[in-house]
């Protein structure tokens, strides 16, 4: 389904600050998979991810993305095909648009865009069921503004817009960091809820240990641009925080020193 093939991506090539962001990385995803990638600051997954949106283009290696090549294509062509959800709330919603707006814009990505007329009931209805799920209220707010939704209802509504065309891939860029436990805790249930439902394959980034240990049927842990462990079903249920950290340090280059959740979570597991 998706195949990342020894990819490399640099950053200030030639410089005093050369930075070997992903040296050689290669897995494969099935339809279905929901990855959980956890590492330090600067292990690369970030830039996993970039490029696999095509934020970044690697100066060599292959993406494929079901049979297609797309290494090298732009990142709006492959707006129709891969979503995205981004750690801050802002990011993924237009906060002077109503959300009916909102959720349009979504329906339509990756589509050709023009004037049309007014937004239709069937849509209307469309999103009432969907903003539902949420539990939220939100199903009749429709004609409210974003930016008037909290963090947390916005992270949620931005969910719901990038699983609404049921993408070929979703990609989770620690998309619950920026909210308090509580809140963060209903979004990933609601995460896990849409990938069941919609069986949408899933690579998730997170520095929250307990949610990649939680959520997913594969783990992947990156160190210095390179993946250093990667897991799956029941060898990843036997997993323990102790065991990812015990891991770490035994194959792990970099350093974990302020990183913000990984130590956190250390200490709660110690």
Request: glycine residues 8%; charged residues 30%.
């Amino acid at each position: 389904m998706l195949d990342i093939i020894d990819v490399h991506k640099t950053f200030f090539k030639g410089e005093v600050n050369e930075k070997k962001a992903l040296s050689g990385v290669s897995f494969k995803l099935e339809h279905g998979d929901f990855v959980t990638v956890i590492g330090g600051n600067g292990a690369g997954k970030s830039t996993l991810l970039n490029c696999v949106a095509g934020v970044h283009i690697p100066e060599s290696g292959k993406i494929i993305l079901e049979d297609q090549d797309i290494t090298n294509t732009p990142e709006y062509l492959r707006a129709g095909r891969i979503a995205r959800v981004f750690q801050d709330p802002l990011r993924g919603t237009a906060a002077s648009m109503t959300l009916e707006e909102n959720l349009v814009m979504a329906l339509k990505r990756g589509q050709k865009r023009g004037f049309r007329k007014a937004i239709k009931e069937k849509e209307r209805q469309l999103f009432r069921e969907r903003l539902a799920v949420l539990n939220l209220g939100l199903e009749n707010r429709l004609k409210d503004k974003v930016g008037l939704l909290s963090g947390g209802q916005r992270q949620a509504l931005t969910l719901l817009m990038a699983t609404l065309q049921k993408p070929k891939l979703l990609l989770l860029d620690e998309h619950t960091a920026a909210l308090d436990p509580q809140t963060a805790n209903k979004v990933m249930e609601l995460t896990q809820w849409l990938v069941k439902e919609f069986k949408l394959t899933t690579l998730m980034v997170t520095h929250n240990m307990e949610q990649a240990l939680k959520y997913g049927n594969r783990i992947i842990m990156m160190d210095d641009g390179s993946i250093i462990l990667d897991l799956r079903d029941d060898k990843k249920e036997k997993l323990t925080v102790g065991k990812l950290m015990e891991h770490f340090a035994k194959t792990g280059k970099g350093s974990l020193n302020n990183d913000r959740m990984l130590l956190s979570k250390w200490a709660n597991a110690c």
